[in-house]
């Protein structure tokens, strides 16, 4: 509903089960050859090969923006998990080659380079999430998915493939020859038939990225300069941890409560494999996310949820009253709280009171 009440402030904190004491459960897997991490928060660590009647009847996956780290989101899916009374599993799954590996673990596998078909760059990281979920979890398990800056053009990417393979699959005869790239398109139509419940679009960069205020800035450094960057990278990568870690305090004295989770995990920004795939798929964003899929939007209105700030350098509030113009039935929200575009530095529980607000009728209903 648009106009909705947000939650009182302090609702997250009146938890009772402190989200701080939910366990976490870490995986690294390899996913479309690329290193991946995941965190999943609740029992439920296996939804493929568990008990049909133990298993639940809803998965929250996030979607991360850019950097692409799971570890950024832990705190927000273990308040999340203990906003929906422990009942459903939420996960985060990283962006591919954006986590630093474990030891004996390389960024990528062994395996066909060509295969990967550019699965840092924007497309295949969309790829990349619909093929964890082929692989993850059962077909008709009902989703709610959670975008979060480029997680949000990313989540509509895969509803608008989850509606192409609707649309009838080419005949291919038994002893029909088929070229490869033309084969792997014609197997995506069985990949999976996407059940989303909801999906929650969180300070949105599904348009016009370059054109924002902070992409005027940051594109011709992204798309021209970037290679750069890697030198001071590499050789603050060999500073010991307590170095590193206090370089990231020192980057976000401005917080007045940085996450921690948030200072642990900006330790991969350290790794010049990691920043490279960060850098490289930023870059481009700036080239590709120019106009906004309104046809997406409009076939899925009913599912969405858009949560826009109001002071936001990447999706401005700008292109909120376009947005809100343009659907003026949708359900479009914008930031009443100050809350920042990388809200997981030091808003995570907020965010996650928030959203088990918005979605308790649609819980209620199944």
Known sequence: MLGAAEPPPGEASMRAVSEDQIPLHEEFIYCCGAATQVLKC????????????????????????????????????????????????????????????????????????????????????????????????????????????????????????????????????????????????????????????????????????????????????????????????????????????????????GLKCPDEASIATSINLFSVDCTANILYMASQEMLKVVDRDSTTIQQNLKKLIFYYGTADGWCPQQYYEEIKMDFPDGDIRLCERGFRHAFVLDASKEMAAMITHWLQDDLTKL
């Open 42 to 253: 609740g029992p439920w660590r296996d939804l493929l090969n568990g008990e049909s009647t133990d298993l639940p009847r809803l998965l929250f996956l996030i979607i991360p923006g850019n950097p692409g780290l799971a570890g950024y989101y832990r705190t927000f899916i273990q308040a999340l998990y203990c906003g929906l009374n422990q009942q459903y599993p939420v996960w985060a799954v990283s962006h591919a080659g954006h986590c630093k590996p474990p030891s004996g673990m390389e960024m990528t596998e062994d395996t066909d380079m060509k295969e990967l078909e550019d699965i840092f760059g924007l497309h295949g990281q969309t790829e990349h999430k619909l093929d964890f979920l082929r692989k993850n979890v059962p077909k008709d398990m009902k989703l709610v998915l959670i975008g979060h800056s480029i997680g949000c053009y990313i989540t509509l990417e895969m509803m608008k493939r989850a509606s192409e393979l609707k649309s009838p699959v080419p005949d291919i005869g038994k002893d029909q020859r088929v070229p490869r790239k033309k084969a792997v398109k014609v197997a995506s139509f069985f990949l999976m038939m996407l059940k989303v419940l909801r999906s929650v679009l969180l300070f949105p960069t599904i348009e016009r990225m370059a054109q924002s205020p902070k992409g005027k800035f940051m594109t011709p450094l992204l798309c021209k300069l970037r290679y750069i960057l890697y030198m001071p990278v590499y050789l603050l990568s060999f500073l010991p941890e307590r170095a590193k870690t206090s370089i990231v305090r020192f980057a976000l004295r």
